[in-house]
Every structure is written in C-alpha cells, then in structure tokens.
C-alpha cells in the first residue's frame, strides 16, 4: 500500500500552509509597508493590497495562520484526547462504566456545537486558552465512539482473556495492549478533526469572539464584514484568508482520509489474513 | 487416588448473564475436579456452557455461585498475592481467533510476556533461553518468533498461544476448543503438540471440544455436558464403550433423530421449565422428565443424571 495520490495532495497543500507559518516569522521589512490610506488595492509593493487601516494583507495572512493552525491542532489534539481516553475506559471496562461513558457521549452529541460554543465563549471571555478549550471539550464524542468500538474489540478479544488468566492487570493490559490498538482510529480522528477545528475557530472569531491579540484568518474576515470590505468592493481583504480556510482544511481532511483508509485495511487484511 | 492430589476443584459453579430481557443460565450446579497429571475432556456442543465453565475454571469469569478451590483454598478468599500465584498456575488457551495474540506485538513478546509480567526471568538470556525451550517443544522456529500474527498460519498461531499458555510451567492447562476452525491435520498437530508438551512439563489437561474422537483419544475422564449442565462423567473408556445417558449415546452413536430434533429446544442454554434440559430431543422423555432428573452414581466414578437409571439415592 503506497501512499495515495489525495494524499499526496494532502501533504503538498499542508506544506504549504506551513510554509506560510515559517514566513511570518520574517522580519518586519520583508513585508509591505503599512500605508496611510485604507483599501488599496493589490500593488506591487502590497502584494494582496491592504485592508480598512492600512495595514498588509499579505503580513496578516501569514500571521494569520499561526493562530489558526495553533488552535486548529491544540484543540484538535485536546478533543481527540478526550474522546480516546472516553472511548478506552467506556469500551474496556464495560457494565455501569460504559453506560455512562455512553450517555455521556449521546449527551454532548445531541448539544448543539456551535450556538454552545459562542456562548461559552462569549461567557468565558475572549483568549486564545478559551477557544482551545471549548472547541476541545465540545468536539470529542464521535471520536469517543469509534475509538469504543475499537475498544471493544480488543477488549473482549481472545488475546485478552489469555491477558487476565496469566495475570495481567487492567492498567497494564490498557496501556500495553488497548491502547496501541486504537492508536490508529485516534489518529485517523486527530487528523479529521484538525479541519473542524480551524473552521470552529474562524467562526467564533468572525462573530468576534477570537482573541483579539492573536489574530487567524477568522479575525480577519470579522473585520472585513464589520469594516465594510464588501461595501468597498475590497475582495482581496476576504477572499485569501477565505481561501487559506478552504486550503487549511482540504489538506487535513485529504490526509485524514488516507489514514482511515489505510488503517482499516491493515485491520480487514490483518483479519482476512487468518 | 487420594484427595491431596486434587488441584482444581469447582464445586456446584452456576453463571447467570444477565441482559435486559431475561436470565440466561449458562453454567447450572457443574461440579468438576482435575488431579495432577491427570488429562480431562469436556465434551458437549455449543451453548451447552462448556466455554462458560472452562472460563470459570481459568477464573476469567467469576462463577455466579459455587466454589471454585485450587490447591484446598477457596479463589474467592484469595488475597492478591495468592491470586498472582494462581495465575501461573492455572493457563488458559482460548479458542482460535484471529486475535489470539496481539497484532502489534511480534510473537516473541507475545511469548515473553508472561514472564515478564511475574518477573520470572533475571535477564534477556534467561527470557531468549526459555522462549527457545518452549518453542522447540512445539516446533516455531526462530523465524516465527520474529513475525507478527498476521504473518503466521492459523496453526502457527495457535502454537504460538498454547507456548504464551505454557511458558510459566502451570500445572493444569485448560484448552478452550483449541482447534476449532482449524483443519483437520493442523487440528491432530494442535492436539500432538498440547501433549508433547504435557509429558514434558507435566501440567493436567482440561481440554473442551465437540468433538469426541479428540476426547477419546486425550482423555482418561470425559464429562459430557449439555444445556448447561453436566449430564454424564466417568473414565473416557467406560462412556464409550457403555455410554448411560441418552445424549452421550446419541453423541456417540450418532443418533440423527436424537441431534437433530431441535425444534422445540430453547436457544443457547436458555431452560424456563424445571426437569430435565435434554427431554425434548430425547426419544426416552416421559412425564417425571419434567422435575429435575436425578444425579445417580453407576459405579466407579461414574455419575449420569437421568430418571431413566431409576430414583434418587436420597433425596
């Protein structure tokens, strides 16, 4: 199984993006200068013009992508956490544990994500640490029931009954045997849920509930639509942080895709082997 | 055979799962005793509770009521540190799945593991030293210790569990259908290389199957079990060449009628009515099948549970 060709579409856009997050660390000269008037269109000293006070565009898109990518990735990563951990304890140790486990999951599944996370936003204030969270809190029960599914397999598998019968522990035989088991379905999810992610967080930030002081991509497509961009007719002040979106999570979502393919063959080939 | 010698001894195990609907009586008042040396068969078919109750034996289920002692003390009063000797002690091997052993982990440590949980083992040499002895004794080379499970035949695999079972020199290995699923020449290698390593090691056999030219030909006492419950035992020879209870003789002879009639037999061990669970399927049924049959002793260690052997001893 070699990699795919969407994955390598994957892999060649995400390069990209982080070339992007490399280049905003250059220094201040290398980038257009901020000029006096608001709107200019793009020019060969400001590549993609600039926006309603002057400044870059080109500079904040490329800041842009740190705090998306960040919290894109951090909170992706606290999500899958979650849900993984869920996932194992609900499916290892069955009974009373997994029916609450699961409730717990049909409960957060049924919360309506979004409208829940503006007003947890909105309630616990502005900032990058916040936005981590609730998109990571709010984000993890489909990943808790695939990595239960999973779980459940093993756990009631052969290899783990000879497990307890030599006299291996719970905590041993989770961390030595489920867990590596579902390694491959939580990173499949991680992946997955990176693009989600960056998307939550362009939303909460377009309704201006982004961390003012990092500004992403969402920041500035908020300040497109409340400083009058359109009206300008100023498209090139919406449309790159748009497409930086877009591209952002095309590449996860592709790459994502090839993981979950590729592990559920080894699964099925490691089953139809025997 | 005097009493000491006895190492497992489960006494009246029942095991009831519970789901939503109703109770499912797996495991009825089964009683079972393995001395040392000694090599058991537990035949019957499926649904008849003899997983349930090898699994109980292993201690991988907890029996629902009865007593389950080992070596004269109770498991169930066990402290942990007798429970960790228990478990070398007591080996389970499990019915042939495609995850036998872990897929990720080379057969090796599969292998190994076991060592390494009761720190059996000094150092790596010590650890290569009893692998190598182990897998010589079921014949896995050294290539086969390298791959993982997915790159092994259904029989190497299964050696590959029956060495992970045998590595910490038990005394009984209880032998869950080992070779179901398998064909019949990889099934006779199974069966050869269980007992090779038995004369070697000289562990007792608890060994369950359906089927019963495997029985006869590794067991010195057979129990025969059906809806849960443990119909018939004695010597394996005596069964076979006299067999008392109806189902045995149907099993043994074949009886088409006898296997076949089915239609009126609740599923997977499931028995509302009192009497006896085999009554439906058996051309012998009369009216006092309907209370629980009787548990009559026919001589020498032998025991069959059917009115047609007359009344109780006592009630």
């Known amino acids: 199984m070699g990699t795919s060709r969407t994955e390598i579409l994957g892999f060649l856009l995400l390069s990209s993006v982080f070339l992007m997050l490399i280049f905003s660390f250059l220094p201040e000269e290398y980038f257009g200068k901020k000029s006096q008037s608001p709107y200019l269109p793009p020019s060969p000293s400001n590549p993609l013009g600039t926006n309603d006070i ?6 904040n898109l490329l800041i842009g992508s740190r705090a998306s990518l960040t919290i894109g990735i951090l909170s992706a990563l606290v999500a899958t956490g979650i849900g993984t951990l869920i996932g194992v304890i609900s499916g290892f ?10 409730s717990l999951t049909d409960l957060f599944l049924v919360i309506p994500g979004l409208p829940m996370m503006i007003v947890l936003a909105a309630y616990l204030g502005p900032s990058y640490f916040n936005v981590i969270l609730v998109i990571g809190l709010l984000w993890w029960p489909a990943t808790a029931r695939i990595v239960r599914a999973r779980a459940v397999q093993i756990a009631n598998s052969a290899f783990v009954e000879g497990l307890i019968a030599i006299g291996a522990g719970r905590g041993y035989i989770v961390i030595k045997h489920i867990l590596p088991n579902v390694y491959g379905v939580a990173l499949s999810r991680f992946v997955l849920t990176v693009p989600s992610a960056i ?15 990092n500004p992403s991509w969402g ?52 089953e139809r082997s025997l | 055979m005097s009493s000491e010698e006895r190492i497992l001894i489960g006494c009246e195990l029942s095991k ?39 699994k109980i034996l292993a201690y991988i289920l907890k029996p629902s009521e009865g007593r389950l002692v080992f070596r004269g003390k109770n498991l169930a009063e ?30 090796y440590d599969s292998i190994a593991e076991p060592l390494r949980i009761h720190g059996m083992v000094e150092s790596r040499q010590e650890e290569l030293e009893r692998i190598l002895e182990i897998a010589d004794l079921l014949n896995l080379s050294i290539d086969h210790l390298r791959r993982k499970p997915r790159d092994l035949s259904g029989g190497e695999l299964q050696r590959a569990v029956i060495a992970r079972a045998i590595i910490l020199k038990p005394e009984v290995l209880i032998a869950d259908e080992p070779t179901s699923m398998l064909d019949p020449v990889t099934q006779s290698r199974i069966i050869w290389a269980i007992m090779n390593a038995r004369e070697k090691i000289g562990f007792s056999t608890i060994l369950i199957t359906h089927e019963l030219s495997i029985a006869k030909a590794i067991s010195e006492r057979l129990y025969v079990m059906f809806g849960g419950r443990i119909v018939e035992f004695g010597f394996t020879e005596d069964i076979f060449t006299e067999p008392l209870h109806p189902y045995t003789s149907s099993l043994i002879e074949r009886d088409v009628y006898l296997l076949m009639n089915e239609e009126k037999i609740a599923e997977g061990g499931v028995f509302e009515s009192p009497g006896c669970e085999f009554r439906f399927r058996c051309r012998f049924a009369e009216e006092k099948c309907k209370t629980p049959p009787p548990e009559i002793r026919m001589g020498k260690k032998r025991t069959v549970r059917c009115w047609l052997y007359g009344e109780p001893d006592r009630v």
């Open chain 2, 16 to 54: 009831e799962f519970r789901t939503r609907k109703r109770i499912i009586r797996a495991l009825q008042r089964a009683s079972v005793e393995i001395r040392k040396g000694e090599r058991v068969a537990l035949v019957g078919e499926s649904g008849s509770g003899k997983t349930t109750l090898a």
């Open chain 1, 219 to 270: 920041t500035a497509l908020h300040f497109a639509l409340t400083r009058g961009a359109l009206l300008h007719g100023a498209w090139w002040t919406f449309i790159p942080p748009g497409l930086c979106i877009a591209i952002t999570s095309l590449a996860f979502l592709l790459i994502g895709f090839g993981i979950e393919k590729r592990y559920r063959e080894s699964v099925k080939s490691m």
């Open chain 2, 78 to 107: 066990m402290d942990k540190r007798e429970l960790r000797i228990f478990r070398t002690k007591v080996q389970y091997v499990p019915q042939y799945s495609d995850l036998a052993l872990d897929p990720l982990w080379h057969i």
């Open chain 1, 93 to 102: 140790f069955g009974g009373r544990i997994d029916e609450f486990c699961r």
């Open chain 1, 54 to 59: 002057g400044e870059d565009v080109l500079k």
């Open chain 1, 199 to 213: 998307i939550l967080e362009a939303g909460l930030s377009f309704i201006g509930l982004g961390d003012p002081r």
